[in-house]
């Protein structure tokens, strides 16, 4: 008996950790279909993803995920494609440096409407088709500063615990119709998000040392690895698991670690 094709759309396919997770979900064996805003890198990603596995069956979705219709599009157009979808990775975002009482609104409503609204819009029209299909898996990536606000990433951080509070909520929302969610929340990963996302400080150490942070096929890896698992939740690394714990149990202490990590900024 043949077996059924899987499915997964993954958004930010471009670079970074969703370009690692469609990786990942080829080796698996899945139809990928890749979504991002930049055609030509979608095509070297897709050019890869068919090095990887010569039966790969890959698509190329342009998509800005802050457009409700055009994440419509992405998602009707995968199930036109194959006749099902299994897997929904929500991966797309950029971030936003800045103090709090200096963020200008502009902006920062950008920010939101990819981070949280294009998750928002991925959920919606994922859970469309898993419904009546009785089974999928959505991934929402988050942050560990979605659990923890840090300093200079307030906006970020808000982004991001708006995620995870509208994962809380979709997975249980979901279990009685065989649809798992999970929360992604990664720590400081090697990308290109610091590049060309405004997500910190030129000249701040912390941010520009790749070789100290995760790598991103860590992430894509653990993401495609736990597809049809029931984790409420990916924190990765042990700073990440701790930081988690220690400002819910103690949220002084959390205060103060992050005064010190960031203490040369804090002090400009
Ligand atoms: N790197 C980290 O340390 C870290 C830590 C925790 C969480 N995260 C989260 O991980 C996710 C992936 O980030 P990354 O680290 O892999 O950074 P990245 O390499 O910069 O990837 C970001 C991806 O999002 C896409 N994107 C941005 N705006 C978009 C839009 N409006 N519509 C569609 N796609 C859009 C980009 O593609 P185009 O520019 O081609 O559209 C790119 O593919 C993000 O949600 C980020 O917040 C990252």
């Known amino acids: 008996m043949e077996t059924e094709l899987k499915v997964a759309i993954v958004t930010g396919a471009s670079s970074g950790i969703g370009m690692e997770t469609a990786f990942a979900l080829v ?9 991002a805003r930049r055609a030509d890198r979608l095509e070297q990603v897709a050019a890869r993803c068919r090095e990887i596995s010569a039966e790969a069956k890959v698509e190329v979705a342009v998509t800005d995920v802050s457009d409700r219709a055009a994440v419509e599009r992405l998602v009707s157009g995968a199930v036109e494609k194959f006749g099902r979808l299994d897997v929904m990775v929500n991966n797309a975002g950029s971030g936003m440096y800045g103090r709090v009482h200096e963020l200008p609104e502009p902006e920062l409503r950008a920010v939101f409407e990819v981070n949280f609204y294009g998750v928002l819009y991925g959920c919606q029209a994922a859970a469309r088709v898993m419904i009546p299909q009785r ?12 659990k923890r606000g ?56 912390k941010y520009e ?3 100290k942070m995760m790598p991103a096929s860590a992430v894509g890896k653990k993401i495609a690895a736990s597809v049809g698992k029931s984790k409420p939740e990916l924190v990765f690394s042990f700073g990440g698991k701790f930081l988690v714990v220690l400002s ?21």
């Open 150 to 205: 840090t300093p200079f990433h307030g906006a970020y951080c808000a982004t991001k615990f708006a995620v995870c509070g509208l994962t809380d909520s979709l997975r249980v929302e979901m279990k009685p119709y065989g649809v798992r969610v999970t929360n992604v929340c990664p720590t400081l990963t090697a990308t290109e998000f610091f590049d060309h996302s405004s997500m910190a400080p030129r000249g701040h150490s």
């Open 27 to 35: 080796r698996r064996g899945y139809a990928v279909v890749l979504a």
């Open 248 to 268: 819910a149990l103690w949220p002084r202490a959390a205060d103060w670690i992050m005064q010190v990590y960031h203490n040369d900024l804090v002090k400009r």
């Open 209 to 211: 040392s790749p070789s």
């Open 135 to 146: 089974s999928g898996h959505i991934f929402n990536v988050s942050s560990v500063i979605g």
